[in-house]
T-cell receptor, first 116, second 113 residues
Framework: GAVVSQHPSWVICKSGTSVKIECRSLDFQATTMFWYRQFPKQSLMLMATSNEGSKATYEQGVEKDKFLINHASLTLSTLTVTSAHPEDSSFYIC????????????FGPGTRLTVL | AQSVTQPDIHITVSEGASLELRCNYSYGATPYLFWYVQSPGQGLQLLLKYFSGDTLVQGIKGFEAEFKRSQSSFNLRKPSVHWSDAAEYFCAVGAVNDYKLSFGAGTTVTVRA
């Protein structure tokens, strides 16, 4: 199947700094990518839909100024957590659907963010 | 709005025994249903999906699931589990022409020797 990668796989940062997480579709093009957040022992919560060449669409309750999303190419979406605080510590996962109406979604391995 | 409920937070099963994971969904129209497995350090992997047609769906790794509209359920089963099946399992529901997925809380499966 298709492969989605994320970088870094884990990151530790100080409170107040910004962190960028990359999501790449390695062998297919993705005009749309999704960003999820997962708390320990909990489900994946959709944060936003990343659209290539246009603004991201955020889910209700997600601060778009804190979680900046850029989808600059058909294979790369980035999530920047700005002015990170300890409550932003979480597991962030991206996914990308292959083309077609019933396109299967492929998930990245996730990025563990710890804010000190 | 669509939602998914996985009633069982944690299930322990002996190797070689059968496994059934429950999933109930809420959706106003015909749902697209999925089961994913998440292993540590790996991305979610699709086990199987249901869009239409035969309500008994076969997936990878020997898993199957049955869609029951009358019960709003999409339970996952495996006749004989292997130690490698220990993982987190997520049921998800999607809508027509929308790639967005709503996930259940997940069920952790522990396999004992």
């Amino acid at each position: 199947g298709a492969v989605v990668s994320q970088h870094p796989s884990w990151v530790i940062c100080k409170s107040g700094t910004s962190v960028k997480i990359e999501c790449r579709s390695l062998d297919f093009q993705a005009t749309t990518m999704f960003w999820y957040r997962q708390f320990p022992k909990q489900s994946l919560m959709l944060m936003a839909t990343s659209n290539e060449g246009s603004k991201a669409t955020y889910e209700q309750g997600v601060e778009k100024d804190k979680f900046l999303i850029n989808h600059a190419s058909l294979t790369l979406s980035t999530l920047t957590v700005t002015s990170a605080h300890p409550e932003d510590s979480s597991f962030y996962i991206c996914s990308a659907p292959t083309s077609g109406r019933f396109g299967e979604q492929f998930f990245g391995p996730g990025t563990r963010l710890t804010v000190l | 709005a669509q939602s998914v409920t996985q009633p069982d937070i944690h299930i322990t099963v002996s190797e070689g025994a059968s496994l059934e994971l429950r999933c109930n969904y809420s959706y106003g129209a015909t749902p697209y249903l999925f089961w994913y497995v998440q292993s540590p350090g790996q991305g979610l992997q699709l086990l199987l999906k249901y869009f239409s047609g035969d309500t008994l769906v076969q997936g990878i790794k020997g898993f199957e699931a049955e869609f029951k509209r009358s019960q709003s359920s999409f339970n996952l089963r495996k006749p004989s589990v292997h130690w490698s099946d220990a993982a987190e399992y997520f049921c998800a529901v999607g809508a027509v022409n929308d790639y967005k997925l709503s996930f259940g809380a997940g069920t952790t499966v522990t396999v004992r020797a």
